[in-house]
């Protein structure tokens, strides 16, 4: 069972901005819409999760209050926390109680 407590990570929850570079081409950085606290749980095991991790590419699951800001994330965002970026790989899911919300999260180099 989560308690608030485990959700120990100040995360910033970032989307990115596509802008025209003026050449036609559609390029954007990613910008905070909010932050809040977060608790991540590193995904072991299983032959996906291994090759990933062989990748360097480190699954989580993100645990984050259920909140109505927190339920507008989405694929194309990125959270930052302890000085690492992970790419959102899916819609918010609520836990069995409806408290919190769990995401699929990979952690991936800040710049990308």
């Keep these: 069972m ?9 995360c910033s929850l970032q989307e990115r901005v596509e802008a025209d570079d003026g050449y036609g081409n559609k390029r954007g950085d ?3 819409v909010f932050r809040d606290w977060g608790g991540f749980r590193f995904l072991r095991g299983g032959e996906g999760v291994i090759e990933s991790r062989l990748a360097s590419k480190q699954p989580a699951i993100l645990t984050l209050r ?3 800001q927190a339920k507008t994330i989405a694929p ?3 959270v930052v926390a302890g000085g690492r970026a992970y790419e959102v790989k899916e819609q918010p899911r609520p836990t069995d109680d409806r408290m919190f919300l769990e995401i699929l999260v990979e952690a991936v180099p800040i710049g990308g």
């Design 66 to 68: 259920s909140t109505a």
């Design 2 to 10: 989560m308690k608030i407590t485990d959700l120990d990570h100040v």
């Design 30 to 32: 990613f910008q905070e």
């Design 76 to 78: 194309h965002w990125r």
